[in-house]
Nanobody, 123 residues
Framework: QVQLVESGGGLVQPGGSLNLSCAASGSISSTYTMGWYRQAPGKQRELVATITRGGSTNYADSVKGRFTISRDNAKNTVYLQINSLKPEDTAVYYC?????????????????WGQGTQVTVSS
């Protein structure tokens, strides 16, 4: 079964840091664009950052200079280093990825979402 599994969320004080991880598992052949999104209570899910297989990155203006996305293609894993956290960063953070995988003998491409990990910034 192909899935994305996130880890690293938690409760942190303003100004603190967290490192989120998201690993793709299953019969993965290759991972393409991977990214992080977040959804705060009462708000729509929004883009945080994306990274292509070649390492090109894109960030939401609200996180530029504080968040860093990276990936390890050999481990099918994407990371999000979050620094200088603010209360407004409080949200459920979701991993997203375009995954190529084997469905039996058939090579298939599909977009996947992780289950989400809670990040709470509070003193």
């Amino acid at each position: 079964q192909v899935q994305l599994v996130e880890s690293g969320g938690g409760l942190v004080q303003p100004g603190g840091s967290l490192n989120l991880s998201c690993a793709a598992s299953g019969s993965i052949s290759s991972t393409y664009t991977m990214g992080w999104y977040r959804q705060a209570p009462g708000k729509q899910r929004e883009l945080v950052a994306t990274i292509t297989r070649g390492g090109s990155t894109n960030y939401a203006d609200s996180v530029k200079g504080r968040f860093t996305i990276s990936r390890d293609n050999a481990k099918n894993t994407v990371y999000l280093q979050i620094n200088s956290l603010k209360p407004e960063d409080t949200a459920v953070y979701y991993c997203n990825a375009d995954l190529q995988y084997y469905n039996g003998m058939l090579l298939t491409m599909r977009n996947y979402w992780g289950q989400g990990t809670q990040v709470t910034v509070s003193s």
